[in-house]
T-cell receptor
């Protein structure tokens, strides 16, 4: 079964450092997403991406965050200058065209745990 | 803004018994989708079941079924013949249909324990 792949599975960084989290979505999917989950809290939407641009972003997704699809397969989340409160599990997800019968079902990756010290 | 509420932070069930997890949501939309995701200790998000709001028939996936009450904005998950592997955090989630790449809004989660 196709899956969304995320790397690294765990990253530890110092406050103020830049971090890039990588994702390989399912190959025929068109919509890509990042969500985060602070330990013990609910999953929160960060950003969605379609046709090489951001289609929606949340209040959390400020200027410290950026996303990119550099080569047609990878989908990255960059945090420019990490803060302690950025420590969380970051989930990448992808979905097919919304008019397809399988639309509106997001497939999530296993997550990348970010620890900011 | 859409909100999703899970009023049961924790639930427990005996193996082979049935348990129901509650979820309510608030929306002014008429077309939307509802989901239950399972998050085991590995923390991966796994889709359990989904329901289209325009369908009156409740969705079923093997031992998992939902009770969708659109007028009451209620979407509960029933797990029959509970197994030890069902132990996980369960999240209810909502998504509108129209907007490209629209966000999933999650509830706070219900931690399910299955006792042998």
């Amino acid at each position: 079964e196709p899956e969304v792949t995320q790397t690294p599975s765990h990253q530890v960084t110092q406050m103020g450092q830049e971090v890039i989290l990588r994702c390989v979505p399912i190959s025929n999917h068109l919509y890509f997403y990042w969500y985060r989950q602070i330990l013990g809290q609910k999953v929160e939407f960060l950003v969605s991406f379609y046709n090489n641009e951001i289609s929606e972003k949340s209040e959390i997704f400020d200027d410290q965050f950026s996303v990119e699809r550099p080569d047609g397969s990878n989908f990255t989340l960059k945090i420019r200058s990490t803060k302690l409160e950025d420590s969380a599990m970051y989930f990448c997800a992808s979905s097919w065209d919304r008019y397809y019968s399988g639309a509106n079902v997001l497939t999530f990756g296993a997550g990348s745990r970010l620890t900011v010290l | 803004a859409q909100t999703v509420t899970q009023s049961q932070p924790e639930m427990s069930v005996q193996e082979a018994e049935t348990v129901t997890l509650s979820c309510t949501y608030d929306t002014s939309e008429s077309d939307y989708y509802l989901f239950w995701y399972k998050q085991p200790p590995s923390r991966q998000m796994i889709l359990v079941i989904r329901q289209e709001a325009y369908k009156q028939q409740n969705a079923t996936e093997n031992r998992f079924s939902v009770n969708f009450q659109k007028a009451a904005k209620s979407f509960s998950l029933k797990i029959s013949d509970s197994q030890l592997g069902d132990a996980a955090m369960y999240f209810c989630a909502y998504r509108i249909e129209e907007t490209s790449g629209s966000r999933l809004t999650f509830g706070e989660g219900t931690q399910l324990t299955v006792n042998p």
